[in-house]
């Protein structure tokens, strides 16, 4: 049944501390979006670290058609060699490459332009090369999984270049690439469009600017279109466009294990195995926004949660989230459904 869909939805928004939340959920032919406070299921939100699902499936996408090989040198399609061992696309999209979290200089840069409103805006495109070129990698690309906002960001970086553009052209890249085609009116990297105020401790803060890191953090989307993603996900084979459709089924496909969690990592989506099949997953968060979305493609699953609000300690509005995904394995389908309440 569709309500019992439903039902399962509701107290996932009563964890969502910020003014208002979208919650959304697909199984099988069933549909639930669900909203509280001023937004709706077309409101933008930050979605953070989602972004890098976003890049992650425009690696896939260039793959598919030839333009770029996981195995590449990210150095193959930037104006200089680095040096060291090889440090592949691959290594970037798996959070194997060594880099650190945050590129060298960009937190001083934050204190000056303004930790705590708008951390990121004062690191450009040029400010992430001159890190890259001075940067010491922790360890030897792919013999240690660690996380990185650095790598993502050059992730996207690179592809723009690798496409033939600069690495500013990424925001033009992923519209033409991967939102248009799959219809996703409501997702893009623009500050300027209409979107949620975020909260901060309850104070509303400014929309985020990440010029230098707009791969790693700078997507903005919507309940629908995030369940429009995971429906694409869920279903590769919808794509009209085969290079589109072979990256879907490519993003899914487990790279590496993560030592002692019993974890898997895809491109940058997370894989938890289950008895029912894998659940994949990925969370993000800025000062005003918190966002998670998930899926089971064995039984059809997914679910998108989003808020105005920026994470808290212990993340129970993510935690909760995931628990949701876990438990609609379970919920029969039914009909399409949506509720505000």
Known sequence: MTEVLAARLRPLLATAKGPGAAVAAVRGTERAVLCNGPVGEGTRFETGSLTKTFTAL??????????????DRADRFLPFRLPGPPLTLLHLATHTSGLPRLPPGLLTRAVRSGW????????????????LRRTRLRHRPGTRVLYSNFGGGLLGHVLARAAGGTGGDYTALLAERVTGPLGLSDTDCDANRPQATGHWRGRPRPALLM????????????????????TALLDPDTATDPALR????EVQRPRLSVPRTGSRLCLVWNLRPRPGGALLHHSGGTRGFTAFAGFLPGSGTGLVA?????????????QSAYGVLRGLDDTPSGRVWTARV
């Open 116 to 131: 705590l409103s708008n951390p990121y805006a004062g690191f450009t495109e040029d400010d992430l090369l001159d890190s």
């Open 211 to 230: 010029p230098g890191l707009v791969a790693a953090g700078a997507v903005r989307s919507s309940a629908r279109d995030l369940l429009r993603v995971l």
């Open 306 to 318: 989003l808020t105005n609000t920026a994470p808290t300690p212990l993340a129970p509005f993510i």
């Open 58 to 71: 425009l690696l896939a996408e260039l793959a598919a058609r030839g333009e770029v090989r996981y195995g």
């Open 246 to 249: 072979t990256a879907l089924a």
